[in-house]
């Protein structure tokens, strides 16, 4: 795919228009003004890899997991 810019393109005054004109400027002023002061979603972090099954441990390509023995003051 080839990228296409063109500066003149891609400026913000043609879509706030359309915003407005499709919505109304009062229902385009309150969603700038929550979009600005809301914060940003995080993204949730990935899941530890040390409590990954082991299909999805084989699946990404990691090493399998050492076999657990336990010790023997855990044994009580």
């Not at 499709?22 to 002061?37: D, N, S």
């Not at 409590?51 to 990404?60: C, E, G, I, M, T």
Request: hydrophobic share 40%.
């Amino acid at each position: 795919m080839i990228a296409d810019l063109h500066p003149q393109r891609h400026s913000l005054r043609p879509a706030i228009h359309r915003l407005i004109a499709r919505h109304g400027a009062t229902a385009v002023l309150w969603a700038a003004i929550r979009a600005a002061l809301l914060p940003r979603r995080r993204r949730p972090r990935p899941p530890d890899l040390r409590h990954l099954s082991p299909h999805l441990r084989r699946d990404l390509g990691l090493p399998p997991h050492a076999p657990h023995v336990p010790r023997y003051y855990e044994l009580r």
